[in-house]
């Protein structure tokens, strides 16, 4: 009988420890769920970040899409095409192309034929085609009263206006690759045989020296350009319907990819594109 009086004590025991168990792991299951509730609705309550690298990334290939549909019409059209002008705000707004000479387009269309007072926009034949030379020139006829629109340079001789020049300092240029951006430095006028047409130098003293000269004679300028040596420029020069053998000439400034952020921050929404040709 005493034997097992205490079997069952024991089993009682056994049963109690059992029993604390199962209530100690309830406690500890409600504990927890409390706590992930608790940080699950701190997450929820955070605003979504979004990354400045994806933005970027998103921009990136948009813009590579947009030049892709852009081009391929115009290399359909012309396969010398190599990029698109256009000037913010004015009625410049042509495709650039490049050949072996610097002659054939003088007279020849975009589309192929030929039109005097017409042609097409050219780059120099001894410049990089993607704009990273020092110095790269693109040539335009002003077609002025010879014809009833203002397309090609015309536009570029309304620079010599100071109230213009500083309406429509920028200008946007193309290339199936990316966009770049431009700021007018000044616009000088000088004989078609001008010194100033050159598209090497021999070091920095060089390139900076005729770019201050130029400065220093421009008709109209932008005060506040800062010349440096490592700086790219781009000039568009036309004629002058006054007198066929003088020149505006129209130089620009790159933006550096430096500058490039904070540019489109403050000049962005003046730089899209609006058909005007």
């Not at 929820?44 to 899409?65: C, G, H, I, M, N």
């Not at 920028?170 to 100033?196: D, H, K, Q, S």
């Not at 550096?256 to 609006?274: I, K, N, R, S, V």
Request: glycine share 4%; hydrophobic share 35%.
């Amino acid at each position: 009988m005493e034997t097992n009086s205490k079997k069952r004590a024991d089993s009682g025991k056994k049963l109690l420890r059992v029993l604390w168990g199962l209530i100690f792991v309830i406690l500890a299951a409600v504990l927890l769920s409390q706590h992930f509730k608790h940080v699950s609705s701190q997450q929820a309550a955070k605003p979504s970040v979004r990354l400045y690298p994806e933005q970027t990334s998103a921009s990136s290939q948009s813009e590579k899409d947009y030049l892709a549909n852009r081009f391929k019409p115009l290399k359909a059209v012309n396969a010398d095409t190599i990029a698109y002008v256009y000037a913010p705000g004015t009625k410049l707004d042509e495709p650039v192309v490049q050949t072996n000479d610097n002659a054939s387009y003088l007279v020849k269309t975009f589309e192929g034929g030929r039109d005097a007072y017409m042609g097409t926009v050219f780059m120099d034949k001894d410049n990089q085609k993607d704009f990273s030379d020092r110095l790269t020139w693109l040539f335009g006829h002003a077609r002025g009263s010879k014809a009833g629109d203002h397309r090609m340079f015309n536009d570029v001789n309304y620079y010599d206006r100071q109230d213009y020049f500083d309406q429509h300092k920028y200008v946007v240029i193309e290339t199936p690759e990316r966009r770049l951006y431009y700021e007018a430095m000044g616009l000088v006028i000088v004989p078609e045989e001008t010194a100033f047409y050159r598209t090497e130098f021999k070091n920095d003293e060089d390139f900076t020296g005729q770019l201050r000269k130029i400065y220093e004679e421009s008709r109209t300028k932008n005060s506040a350009i800062d010349i440096r040596a490592e700086d790219k420029y781009l000039v568009l020069s036309t004629c002058r319907e006054e007198d066929d053998t003088i020149r505006s000439n129209l130089y620009l400034r790159q933006i550096p990819d430096t500058e490039l952020e904070e540019f489109l921050a403050q000049h962005g929404d003046q730089l899209a594109y609006a058909p005007t040709r």
